[in-house]
């Protein structure tokens, strides 16, 4: 499973027969040679995975009955997480009562029309159930081991990688958010993590926040410093999602590939896991893809929605494609920047036979 289940970049080179004056003689034997692929992908997420990466997009499951959103969601991507769906209060609306019927149905919709599904977020200072929100200290901490038991038990196998805490991190300080989790110890992200790697062994763990872009916030050091902790203590964490939603108060970083490099060089993956910029501009999409596609283990893009009538910020107009489907100047660059990415591994072109004259 994982972003090694996209297609080969060996893909793009297609056998040619070449019969030309052999065909003319009569020759029926063809030579086999590579030549580039005709054409670049015509897909977001066939142009990723040309380097072996995914593009993905935020689905909310009240839109699947709209064909418009479904036939370009379905066209373009090859990732998917659900919006709101798989979130704590949608998956245990009263306690130990799961209810997985939303995302299930974002779950279903993508593995039948060939994706992957991320999944978003096991823990969670926000969208909690009134129950868990009134809870404390161990009656708490208990309650979010049962629920990622509860959530990974159902989709044990089926997730590559899960978004096990999310945004755990304060603002401006770059210590901890005070949370009614966070309350409950400092060590309630580890105890996450270790009871995720124990419920889904398969699944990729990440940590998951927004404003952890620009290598210089005191967030993204913090951060940082608690990934670097947990591998040298062998706390099971396996890749770090970097949301990205870029504004003016949170603008892409000229540093954004430093911290990429950096994250994934303590030894997890690193991915773009909610990207919307303010604005579209089509510059900053297609730097931000050369970024990741300039790091080894930044393995995917998902931008967090479809049109810019989607979003959940879609005065910003700030996704891929404009209310009525069409493709914006951002789509055409992000998917240029995919199409130029050096395929990894470089296939190596088989040389090209000299026909012997007969
Ligand atoms: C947002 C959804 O897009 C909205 O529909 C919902 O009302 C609130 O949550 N960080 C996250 C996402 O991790 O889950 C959030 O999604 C956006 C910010």
């Known amino acids: 499973m994982g972003a090694n289940a996209i297609p080969s970049p060996g893909t793009r080179w297609r056998r040619a027969l ?55 969601a379905n066209r373009e991507f090859n990732m998917v997480t659900a919006e709101n769906e798989m979130k704590i209060d949608a998956t245990e609306p009263n306690q130990n009562q799961f209810n997985f019927t939303n995302a299930d149905r974002i779950y279903n919709w993508a593995v039948q029309n060939g994706k992957q599904v991320r999944g978003h977020t096991l823990a969670w200072y926000s969208q909690q159930p009134g129950w868990m929100q009134s809870l404390s200290g161990s009656a708490l901490r208990q309650a979010m081991i049962n629920h990622i038991n509860g959530v990974m038990a159902h989709y044990k196998g089926k997730i590559p990688y899960w978004d096990v805490v999310n945004e755990a991190f304060d603002d401006s300080t770059g210590g901890r958010r005070d949370s009614n989790l966070q309350r409950t110890g400092n060590d309630w992200i580890e105890v996450a993590f270790r009871t995720a790697r124990a419920a889904d062994p398969a699944a990729k763990l990440c ?17 940082y410093n608690m990934v670097k902790d947990f591998k040298s203590r ?18 892409y970083p000229s540093n954004y590939r430093t911290t990429l490099q950096n994250f994934a060089a303590l030894g997890v993956d690193v991915a773009i ?9 089509a510059t900053t999409y297609a730097n931000i893809v050369n970024d990741c596609l300039a790091v080894s283990r930044c393995v995917g893009i998902t931008v967090w929605g479809v049109r810019d009538s989607d979003s959940w910020r879609s005065s910003q107009t700030p996704l891929l494609f404009d209310g009525n489907g069409n493709k914006k100047a ?6 240029n920047a995919l199409n130029s990415a050096t395929p990894n591994p470089t296939p190596t072109p088989t040389p090209t036979p000299t026909p012997t004259p007969t």
């Open 330 to 335: 951002a789509y055409t660059s992000v998917l």
């Open 273 to 281: 896991t909610e990207l919307d910029v303010e604005g579209a501009s």
């Open 18 to 72: 070449v019969a030309g004056a052999l065909g003319a003689l009569g020759v029926t034997t063809a030579l086999s040679v590579p030549v580039p692929a005709d054409a670049a992908a015509s897909t977001l997420g066939a142009a990723a995975a040309q380097s072996g990466r995914y593009f993905g997009t935020a689905i909310s499951a009240g839109k699947l009955g709209d064909s418009a959103y479904t036939t370009i």
């Open 234 to 251: 062998g706390v099971p964490i396996d890749c770090v999602g970097l949301q990205g939603h870029f504004n003016s108060g949170s603008p």
């Open 207 to 223: 940590y998951n926040d927004y404003n952890i872009d620009n290598w210089s916030w005191a967030k993204t050091q913090g951060v």
